[in-house]
């Protein structure tokens, strides 16, 4: 079984922290354990103390904290991260996202939770500034959805179990013609 890393469908939330990558490359995320893991579910959110985090906790690597009293995030499509501090006039850089980018994406190792981690397969990430080095670029307030087209995977499915029907008859045909050949020789 091999995964599918090419971009699925996106869609608007209007989520400042839904980021959906349109392209290739993964965020990247620090575990508790102080690994990192890999993910393309950009469904982020902030804590109390402005730590921009996955649903299941898990802090945005490098990691990026937003000061109090943002009135307005901005992610660019190069991953630049802006904020909006109460009524200053001009917009805070507090950050940069960068993708990871392996040499063999299919070589990562799922542990759950939309999450990868890097093996000798794999090789080692490549971290590369959004839209740059033939990495995609970053949709804020959009999330990627499913890239699995679904009406093309049923109708595999169905040819798959027509052409599986199809064996099995002429199995169970040549072990009749068998068993007649043999009741004939005896």
Same mark, same amino acid.
């Given at each position: ?14 989520? +400042? ?19 990192? *893991? ?9 804590? *109390? ?5 996955? +649903?299941?906790?898990? +802090?945005?690597? %490098?990691?990026? =904290? *937003? ?5 307005? &995030?901005?992610? /660019?499509?190069?991953? =630049?991260? @802006?904020?909006?501090?109460?009524? #200053? *006039?001009? %917009?805070? #850089? ?7 980018? @392996?040499?063999? !994406?299919?070589?990562?190792?799922? $542990? ?11 090789? !080692? +990430?490549?971290?590369? &500034? ?9 949709? !804020? =307030? ?9 009406? #093309? #995977? ?7 179990? =027509?052409? @599986?029907?199809? &064996?099995?008859? $002429?199995? /169970? ?14």
């Amino acid at each position: 079984i091999r995964k599918n890393f090419s971009t699925g469908t996106i869609e608007i939330t209007n989520q +400042p922290l839904d980021l959906a990558i349109e392209g290739s490359g993964l965020f990247q995320v620090r575990l508790p354990d102080g690994s990192t *893991a890999y993910t393309r579910a950009g469904n982020f959110h902030m804590d *109390a103390e402005g730590n921009i985090l996955t +649903p299941n906790g898990h +802090p945005l690597e %490098p990691s990026i =904290r *937003a000061p109090r009293n943002v009135t307005d &995030i901005v992610i /660019n499509e190069e991953g =630049r991260v @802006f904020v909006q501090v109460g009524d #200053e *006039a001009q %917009p805070r #850089e507090i950050g940069q996202i960068l993708l990871a980018n @392996f040499q063999n !994406q299919n070589g990562l190792k799922e $542990t759950g939770q939309n999450l990868y981690v890097e093996t000798a397969a794999s090789g !080692q +990430p490549e971290l590369v &500034i959004p839209g740059r080095d033939g990495v995609g670029i970053v949709k !804020q =307030r959009a999330l990627e959805f499913s890239n699995v087209n679904i009406i #093309e #995977e049923l109708m595999t499915m169905l040819l798959t179990q =027509r052409a @599986f029907e199809l &064996i099995t008859k $002429t199995i /169970n045909m040549s072990d009749s013609m068998l068993k007649t050949a043999s009741d004939i020789g005896k």
